[in-house]
C-alpha cells in the first residue's frame, strides 16, 4: 500500500504532502524534511527507489520518486508495490496535473492545492489505486470542475477579498 | 481547454498565498500566518452567519497553512457543517478538511459519520463517492461500526456506478485493515471475487486490491479467484495493444491491472488445476518472450510498464519455484537487467536475483553471475544499489565461493558507504563463520573486519571470535600467532586490542617458544596499548596480565611492577583499581597450583545460536533475514556453532523399537529380547568416558533416543518407591516435582558418565559412576556454594512405578548437615533386574538460612550403562545381523544431522553409548558398526548397531538389530 504521497520542490518546501497513515502533524513535517534529506542528495540519473527513512519505517518502506524541473515527486510505499507500477502511477499522475492545469508548474500546484488534492482522491484512495486511466480520471475532473462552474453561475457568489 | 480553470480561483487565497511567498523572512511568514489566523478565528466566532463561499475560502487557506508546518486547532466544526451542504463545491471542501485535518480518534467523528449517512443515501454518485472517500481516508472504528455493513451492499448492487464501485471496493478493504472483526464477507464472498469479471477495467483495478487483502487473510475462502485471475491475465496478455483503449499505457495493455493480478496469484501455491495451471504458465512464457521482443516506443514509460509486469512474473516464478523451465529463464533475464543501463532494472534485477538465489533449482544459475554482481559493488554509482549488490552476494554465498565473496565484501568495507558499513560488518562475520572450513581463515576474516572496519564491529562480533578459539583447540595457536601480529601494528583499533588481550592471556603460551614472540614481548606489546584504551578494554588487559603470570612465571615481577605502580593501584575507576589490588594479591600469596587453578584456561563455551544472526535480523527489520537462513545457518554452520562440542552433538537418533505396540523410543529396544547365549561378553572393561578424558562439553546426542518419561504427575503418585533405599531423615513435605530440566540435564550423561548434574546458585551435584555386567556404582557429591550451612540435609532416591522391579537402588545415607563451602559424598549402588526405560528420581532437601529447598532431579541411569562391548569379525557380524531380520527385531531411522559429522566424534559418541565399536567390519568404510551386550540380572541382550552417514545430505540412517 502507499503510506504517503509528497510534492516538495528543489529546496524541500512541500507542495503537497497526503498521508494514508496516521502520523502527528509534528511527525508528518519530520517525515517531509527527512525524506527530501535523502531524496535531494541523490545524483540525477542514478535509480528512483531509495529505502525509506527511519520515521515512516526504515527498511520496511521504499521511497519511489521522480524529479520534474523544480519538484520531486515521492510516493512512499511498502513491499506490496511493484517499483516500477508506481513509477508509472508518479507519470500518470503528472500526466494528468499537466493535461488539468495545462503545462502544469509549482505556481499551479501552490495556488490550486484543493484541486490537486481532488485530482490525486481520483487516482488513489486510503493508499490504494483507484484508477490508472488517465482519460477516466480527467473525465471526472472535468465533471467536477463542470459542476463548480454551474454553481459559481447560479449563485452568484460575491467576489469578496479576505 | 483545461479541466481546472486557473482563472476563476478565490482571490483571497491567492492574495494570501502571494504574500506569504513575498514574505522575506521566515518570522515574517509566521506573522503573516498568525494574522490569517486570527482573523478566521474571528470571522469563524463572529456573529455574521458565514456564506458557503467565504467558509470554503478560509478552509482552503487553513490548508494552505498546515501544509506549511503549522498546527490548525480550529475550523473543524466549519468543515463538517461544509458537508451537509447542497453545493458540490463546499461539500467537496469539506470533506477535504476532514480528510487531511481529522485523525480517527476526533469526537467530530459522529457528526462526520451523520453527513456521510445523508451522503451514501443520495444516489448522487459524486456524493457518495465523496462520502466513501472520507471513510477510506479516516478509516476510524466508529466509522467501520456505522458502515461496514452497508458498504459490501454498494460494492456488488447491480445498479451502483462503477466509479462508485471502485471507491466502495477501496473504502471496504479500508475498513478492513482497520477493524477486520467488523467486516464480514461471509455472504458477500463470491460476489466480491466475482468482481475480477467486470466489463469496467477500472472496477477490476480496485476490486483487486481488495481481494488481494482478504486471500491473504482467508486463502481458503477466497480459492476461487486464482482460475479468475488467471483468466482475466490471460485475456489482457493476449490481447493486442489497442484492444483496451485507454487501459493501454504506452502501448503495454493494462500494466497495473496485471501486476496486481500477478501479485494476487503469489497469495497462493501454483494451481492444482491442469488447464488453469497450463493457461498461466502460457501467461508467463507470453510475458517472457515479450520482454525479447523490440520495443514499441523508445519512451521510457513504454519500458518502465512493460518490465513491471515482467518483474511481477518473476516474482511468481520464483514465488512457485517449481517450473525449472522458467525458473532457468527468469534467472536468464535477470542476468541480463544485471548489465541493462537502467539504473532502476539493474536495482531490481539484484532485488530479485535474492529471492532466486534461495530456491533450490536457481542457486547454482545465480552463481554465475558473481562477477556481474561484484563488479556492481565496485563500479555501482548509487548507494542503494550497491546495497541490494552486497545483499545478493550474501544471498547467493555458498561453501564454494564463500572465500571469494567474503574477499570482495571485505575489500568493498574500506570504501563502503558509512550508512551500510555495520550491516556490512554484521554480514561477513556470519559468512565467514558460516562458511569456515578452516578456520585460521575464519580468524584471518575477522581479523581483517576488525583492522578494516573496527569501528562498525559490534560486541557480538568480536565476542563470536573468542568464543570459537576458545572452542577450537586447533586454531589457537594459530590465532594467538595472529593476533600478535596485528598488534604490531601502530596504531590498531581497540577491538583489536581486547581480542588480542584475552587470546594471548589465555593462549600466549603457545607463541611464547619463539623468541620474538617470548613472554615478555607479548606482554610489552599488550602493555603499549594499555594507556591508550578505554575503562573495559583496560580491564580486560589486566585479566590478561594475571593470566600471564600464570602462563609465564618469568613475567612475574615485571607485571607486579605494573599491577603495583600508582596509575593501577590507585587508579580512580573502582573497577580498575579493585582488579589491580586483587591480582597483585592474587600473584603474591597463592601458590603455583592455586594459581594454576584459579587460572586456568577458559572452559569450552556452550553452544548457542550466534548472536550475530540476531543482531542482523534485528537491524535489518523482520523478515530481512529469513527464518530459514537462520536455521540453515545453524545447519551448515554447525561445524563451528558447534565447536564446543567438536560438532558431536549432531543428531537426534530416535528409533523405534519395533517390538512394542507403544512407538516409544526404548533405548536399545530390548524389551522384547530374548536371552542371548550367543555373542559372549568380552571381558567386562568399565565403559570408557571418552568425552570426560577429551576435555568437551557434550550433551544431547542422543536427545531422542532418550527413553520417553512419564508425565512427573504420574511418576509422584507412584510415591516413593523401593524401600530398600534408605531415607535418611524425615521429610517434612512431598517430594518437589522433578525440575523441568532434568530431562536435559539426564540427556547429558547418555553417553558419559562423570560430570556436573545440577547446579544453581546455592548447590552444585557432581557425579562420578561406574558400571559393571548389571552393577552399577555411582557417586554423588553435594556441594555447598554458599557460605552458610546446609542444615537436614536429606536425600532420597526413588523408583517411579514399574521402575521398582527393574532397578534396585540403594544409597547410602548423608551427613544431614553441610558447612558453606563443603562437599559432602554419597555413594548409591545400582542393579538392574530388568530392562527399564524410566530414570530413578533423587530428591534433596535442606534448609538454607531457614528456608526449606526442595528439588527432584533424575539420576542418570539409563539402559545403555549396562551394555558389555562386544569385538566380533565381519562374517560373524553380518551372518547375525542377517538373522535378525524380524520385524520386532529390527528398528531403522533416518535423521538429519544438526551438525557436521566428524569421524572421531562420532566414534567416541557411540564408545560412550557402551558399544563395541568395529573396525573393519562394515565394507563400506564409511559406515560404523558396534556390538555389545545388554547385562541385567534376568536376561542379557544382544545389540548390534549399524549408523550409515551420508555426508551430502547429512542424513544418517542408522540401523540396528538385536537378539
Known sequence: MIKAILIFNNHGKPRMSKFYEHYTEDTEQQIIRETFHLVSKRDENVCNFLEGGLLIGGSENKLIYRHYATLYFVFCVDSSESELGILDLIQVFVETLDKCFENVCELDLIFHLDKVHNILAEMVMGGMVLETNMSEIITQVEAQGKMEKSETFVFQCPRQDR | ?963
Open chain 2, 1 to 963: 481547454m483545461p479541466a481546472v480553470s486557473k482563472g476563476d480561483g478565490m482571490r483571497g487565497l491567492a492574495v494570501f498565498i502571494s504574500d506569504i511567498r513575498n514574505c522575506k523572512s521566515k518570522e515574517a511568514e509566521i506573522k503573516r500566518i498568525n494574522k490569517e489566523l486570527a482573523n478566521i478565528r474571528s470571522k469563524f466566532k463572529g456573529d455574521k452567519a458565514l456564506d458557503g463561499y467565504s467558509k470554503k475560502k478560509y478552509v482552503c487557506k487553513l490548508l494552505f497553512i498546515f501544509l506549511l508546518g503549522h498546527d490548525i486547532d480550529f475550523g473543524h466544526m466549519e468543515a463538517v457543517n461544509l458537508l451537509s451542504s447542497n453545493k458540490y463545491t463546499e461539500k467537496q471542501i469539506g470533506y477535504l478538511f476532514i480528510s487531511v485535518l481529522v485523525n480517527s480518534n476526533s469526537e467530530l467523528i459522529r457528526l462526520i459519520n451523520n453527513a456521510i449517512k445523508n451522503d451514501l443515501s443520495s444516489r448522487n454518485p459524486t456524493f457518495m463517492c465523496l462520502a466513501l472517500h472520507c471513510i477510506a481516508n479516516v478509516g476510524s472504528r466508529e466509522m467501520a461500526e456505522a458502515f461496514a455493513g452497508e458498504i459490501p451492499r454498494i460494492l456488488v448492487a447491480g445498479d451502483t456506478m462503477d466509479s462508485v464501485k471502485q471507491s466502495a471496493a477501496l473504502c471496504l478493504l479500508r475498513l478492513y485493515k482497520t477493524s477486520p472483526d467488523l467486516v464480514l464477507m461471509g455472504e458477500w464472498t463470491s460476489r466480491v471475487v466475482h468482481l475480477l469479471n467486470d466489463q469496467h477495467m477500472g472496477v477490476v483495478t480496485a476490486a483487486i486490491s481488495l481481494i488481494t487483502c482478504l486471500s491473504q487473510k482467508n486463502p481458503d475462502e477466497f480459492k476461487t479467484c486464482v482460475s479468475l485471475a488467471v483468466s482475466r491475465l490471460s485475456r489482457i496478455v493476449s490481447s493486442a495493444s489497442t484492444d483496451l483503449q485507454d487501459y493501454t499505457y504506452y502501448f503495454v495493455p493494462a500494466p497495473w491491472l496485471s501486476c496486481k493480478l500477478l501479485r494476487l496469484l503469489q497469495c497462493y501455491p501454483p494451481p492444482e488445476d491442469g488447464a488453469v495451471k497450463g493457461r498461466l504458465v502460457e501467461c508467463l512464457e507470453t510475458i517472457l518472450n515479450k520482454a525479447q521482443e523490440p520495443p514499441k516506443s523508445k519512451k521510457v514509460q513504454h519500458s518502465n510498464a512493460k518490465n513491471a509486469i515482467l518483474f511481477e512474473a518473476i516474482s511468481l516464478i520464483i514465488h512457485y519455484d517449481s517450473e525449472p523451465n522458467l525458473l532457468v529463464r527468469a534467472c536468464n533475464q535477470l542476468g541480463q537487467f544485471l548489465q541493462h543501463r537502467e539504473t532502476n532494472l539493474r536495482y531490481l534485477a539484484l532485488e530479485s536475483m535474492c529471492t532466486l538465489a534461495s530456491s533450490e533449482f536457481s542457486h547454482e544459475a545465480v552463481k554465475t553471475h558473481i562477477e556481474t554482481v561484484i563488479n556492481a559493488l565496485k563500479t555501482e554509482r548509487d548507494v542503494s544499489v550497491r546495497q541490494r549488490a552486497a545483499d545478493l552476494l550474501y544471498a547467493m554465498c555458498d561453501r564454494s565461493n564463500a572465500k571469494q565473496i567474503v574477499a570482495e565484501m571485505l575489500s568493498y568495507l574500506e570504501t563502503a558507504d558509512y550508512s551500510i558499513r555495520e550491516e556490512m560488518v554484521l554480514k561477513v562475520a556470519i559468512l565467514a563463520e558460516k562458511y569456515a572450513v578452516d578456520y585460521s581463515w575464519y580468524v584471518d576474516t575477522i581479523l581483517n573486519l576488525i583492522r578494516i572496519a573496527g569501528d562498525y564491529v559490534s560486541e557480538e562480533v568480536w565476542y563470536r571470535v573468542i568464543q570459537i578459539v576458545i572452542n577450537r583447540d586447533d586454531v589457537q595457536g594459530y590465532a594467538a600467532k595472529t593476533v600478535f601480529e596485528a598488534l604490531q601494528a601502530p596504531a590498531c583499533h581497540e577491538n583489536m586490542v581486547k581480542v588480542g588481550g584475552y587470546i594471548l592471556g589465555e593462549f600466549g603460551n603457545l607463541i611464547a617458544g619463539d623468541p620474538r614472540s617470548s613472554p615478555l614481548v607479548q606482554f610489552n606489546l599488550l602493555h603499549s596499548k594499555f594507556h591508550l584504551c578505554s575503562v573495559p578494554t583496560r580491564a580486560l588487559l589486566l585479566s590478561a596480565y594475571i593470566k600471564f603470570i600464570n602462563l609465564f612465571p618469568e613475567t612475574k615481577s615485571t607485571i607486579q611492577e605494573v599491577l603495583r605502580s600508582d596509575s593501577q593501584i590507585r587508579n580512580s575507576d573502582v573497577e580498575l583499581q579493585q582488579r589491580a589490588v586483587e591480582y597483585l594479591k592474587l600473584s603474591s600469596i597463592a601458590s603455583t597450583d592455586v594459581l594454576a587453578t584459579v587460572l586456568e584456561e577458559m572452559p569450552p563455551f556452550p553452544e548457542r545460536e550466534s548472536s550475530i544472526l540476531a543482531k542482523l535480523k534485528k537491524k535489518k527489520g523482520p523478515g530481512a533475514v529469513s527464518v530459514n537462513e537462520l536455521e540453515e545457518g545453524k545447519r551448515e554452520g554447525g561445524e563451528l556453532n558447534g565447536g564446543g562440542e567438536r560438532g558431536g552433538d549432531n543428531s537426534a537418533i530416535a528409533t523405534s523399537n519395533a517390538s512394542t505396540p507403544s512407538p516409544s523410543a526404548d533405548l536399545l529396544g530390548l524389551r522384547a529380547g530374548p536371552p542371548v547365549t550367543a555373542a559372549a561378553p568380552s571381558a567386562g572393561s568399565l565403559l570408557v568416558d571418552v568425552f570426560s578424558e577429551a576435555g568437551v562439553n557434550d550433551d544431547g546426542f542422543l536427545r531422542d533416543l532418550e527413553p520417553p518419561t512419564e508425565s512427573s504427575d504420574s511418576l509422584l503418585a507412584e510415591g516413593p518407591g523401593d524401600s530398600d533405599s534408605a531415607p535418611p531423615s524425615v521429610v517434612s513435605e512431598d517430594p518437589a516435582p522433578p525440575l523441568p530440566e532434568s530431562n536435559e540435564l539426564l540427556n547429558k550423561f547418555v553417553c558419559k558418565n562423570n560430570g556436573v548434574l545440577f547446579e544453581n546458585q546455592l548447590l552444585q551435584i557432581g557425579i562420578k559412576s561406574e558400571y559393571r555386567q548389571n552393577l552399577g556404582r555411582m557417586y554423588l557429591f553435594y556441594g555447598n556454594k554458599t557460605s552458610v550451612q546446609f542444615v537436614t540435609f536429606s536425600t532420597t532416591v526413588t523408583c517411579p512405578g514399574e521402575l521398582q522391579s527393574q532397578l534396585n537402588v540403594q544409597s547410602k545415607p548423608v551427613e544431614p548437615l553441610i558447612e558453606g563451602g563443603a562437599q559432602v559424598q554419597q555413594v548409591i549402588n545400582i542393579e538392574c533386574l530388568t530392562d527399564f526405560s524410566d530414570a530413578p528420581l533423587l530428591n534433596i532437601k535442606f534448609r538454607y538460612g531457614g528456608a526449606l529447598q526442595n528439588l527432584t532431579l533424575k539420576l542418570p541411569v539409563t539402559i545403555n550403562k549396562f551394555f558389555q562391548p562386544t569385538e566380533m569379525a565381519s562374517h560373524d557380524f553380518f551372518q547375525r545381523w542377517k538373522q535378525l531380520s524380524l520385524p520386532q527385531q529390527e528398528a531403522q531411522k533416518i535423521f538429519k544431522a544438526n551438525h557436521a559429522m566428524d569421524t572421531e566424534v562420532l566414534k567416541a559418541k557411540l564408545l560412550g553409548l557402551g558399544m563395541a565399536l568395529l573396525e573393519n567390519v562394515d565394507p563400506n568404510p564409511e559406515n560404523f558398526v558396534c556390538a555389545g551386550v545388554i547385562q541385567t540380572k534376568a536376561q542379557q541382550v544382544g545389540s548390534l548397531l549399524r549408523l550409515e552417514p551420508k555426508r551430502a545430505s547429512s542424513d544418517v540412517p542408522i540401523n540396528r538389530a538385536q537378539q
